[in-house]
């Protein structure tokens, strides 16, 4: 009976067929795959821009691997544990997992990091941005299934895709954002990057996922926040049993099929791998896991079907060397948050390696870099133009949710839903219509 709270939604006297045979989980699923933020994925950029080409990797083909890869290493846990009662008690339904997992990227805006940053910028005086914030709120306030609250989707599947458990409020460190210049856009992106939380909207929301689930010295453990050297802001600590796992397949499917795509494009060349890998130290990343590095270096850098071998090989690899233990939130009963997922020592330190590899030489690439920057500058002076006159130029649906906001913080979040809910496409269109001298038409569609 303790697990059943977790199949409770938000919204309770919650519409379905009478005849529905589907469980709760199953229902989520749905209404996430024939949802539109769903949707707008597949124009969304992954870490490649959109026109390179349609065979690299967008947000939506991302989060389908992602959801593939986090089924797998259910599968796995299921099996490596199937003498413990307790953690296979707690271990998700595959329709679960696999709705956290293709939910897990909803939020995050067109344009990437680089529209990430320009929401926080635009929003620094209103709560601020971050895209997993946002895909809470998408999924809890936004979607259009219910007149208010989104998909209203069960308790558990919210908890997993609470990424972390504090809001924009708790977590913000002022002194570590820099200088925003008089021309906003002109920003350094480093230096603006929001804390990783939910926004301080959905309080009421997350009081409610913990309400009667966990208990009061739970919650206190569960919300514990450390520094965070690369923002300079607070974090939360720890995790849910299911957001564990996503992670871990998100991270897998970063790191490898990234990698993927920046070989097919020749961004990471063989030299960048040797490099990167060649000393003893780097190959031993490689033997300590029990895999043998010049094989890998010669499959990933051969043929096409060599390299998929090879992918394939690495992924399976990082799954299987995965398992459940204690996730050490302080007095934890609850198995949710008293189990997480995690990867062997070993493993894990290949994986960030190939990760950090990536990151060099593709993400800050400045090709990338410049695009992000591009977008980083379309968005904000989107938010100047909406802002500046809203209800001249927000369209019918975007002016009567500013009507009713009350106040001005509200008003800029109705702004910010709005952008932030944007494809790259439709981002485009949007500021080729407002600021590109051509004479356009009434009739244009975005």
């Known amino acids: 009976m303790a697990m059943k709270i977790w199949e409770e939604r938000f919204m309770a006297s919650d519409p379905y ?15 996430l795959i024939h949802s539109a933020a769903f949707r707008r994925l597949q124009s969304k950029t992954q870490v490649l821009g959109l026109g390179e080409s349609d065979f690299y990797r967008t947000r939506l083909t991302h989060s389908m691997e992602v959801a593939q890869i986090g089924t797998g290493i259910l ?23 696999n709705t956290i997992c293709l939910a897990h990227d909803i939020g995050h805006p067109p344009f990437g990091h680089g529209g990430e940053v320009a929401l926080n910028v635009c929003m620094r005086n209103h709560g601020g ?61 480093k230096e603006q990057h929001p804390p990783k939380c939910y926004l301080d909207d959905e309080r009421e929301l997350v009081q409610w996922i913990f309400k009667d689930a966990l208990t009061d010295i739970e919650q206190t453990a569960f919300v514990k926040l450390k520094h965070d050297e690369k923002s300079g802001h607070l974090k939360s600590v720890y ?33 960048d791998w040797r490099d990167h890998f060649e000393s003893d130290d780097g190959k031993a990343l490689f033997s300590n896991c029990g895999l043998n590095y010049d094989d890998i270096t010669k499959e990933l850098y051969g043929r096409s079907h060599m390299r998929k071998k090879a992918i394939g090989g690495l992924v399976h690899k990082f799954i299987i060397s995965t398992y459940v233990t204690d996730s050490e939130v302080p ?116």
Not at 75 to 96: F, T
Not at 156 to 169: N, T, V
Not at 350 to 360: N, T, Y
């Open 17 to 31: 067929s009478a005849n529905d045979v589907r469980n709760e989980w199953e229902r989520d699923y749905a209404r």
């Open 75 to 97: 599968r796995w846990l299921k099996s490596k544990h199937d003498s413990d009662n307790e953690i296979l008690g707690a271990l998700p339904r595959s329709s679960l997992m």
């Open 129 to 189: 941005f971050e895209g997993n914030g946002q895909t809470l709120r998408i999924l809890s306030k936004l979607d259009k299934y219910t007149e208010k609250n989104g998909m209203n989707p069960t308790r558990r599947m919210l908890l997993g895709i609470l990424k972390y458990p504090a809001s924009y409020s708790q977590t913000v460190q002022l002194d570590a954002y820099g200088k925003v210049p008089e021309q906003r856009w002109l920003c350094k992106a």
């Open 239 to 271: 995790k849910g049993l299911d957001t564990s796992i996503m992670e871990l397949a998100d991270d897998i499917s970063y790191s490898l099929h990234d990698l993927e795509d920046a070989i097919a494009l020749g961004m990471v060349t063989q030299a």
């Open 331 to 446: 007095g934890a009963t609850t198995p949710l948050i008293k189990w997480n997922a995690v990867m062997e020592e070993a493993t894990e330190k290949l994986m960030k390696s190939i990760k950090k590899l990536v990151f060099e030489k593709v993400i800050r690439s400045p090709n990338v870099q410049q695009l992000e920057f591009k977008g980083q500058k379309l968005v904000m002076e989107l938010f100047s133009a909406l802002e500046s006159d809203p209800m001249r130029l927000l369209p019918v649906d975007g002016q009567k949710r500013f009507k009713q906001a009350s106040g001005k913080q509200e008003q800029m979040r109705a702004i910010c839903d709005f952008i932030a809910g944007m494809t790259d496409e439709y981002a485009t269109r949007f500021y080729e219509k407002l600021y590109y001298p051509h004479k356009g038409s009434i009739f244009d569609r975005l």
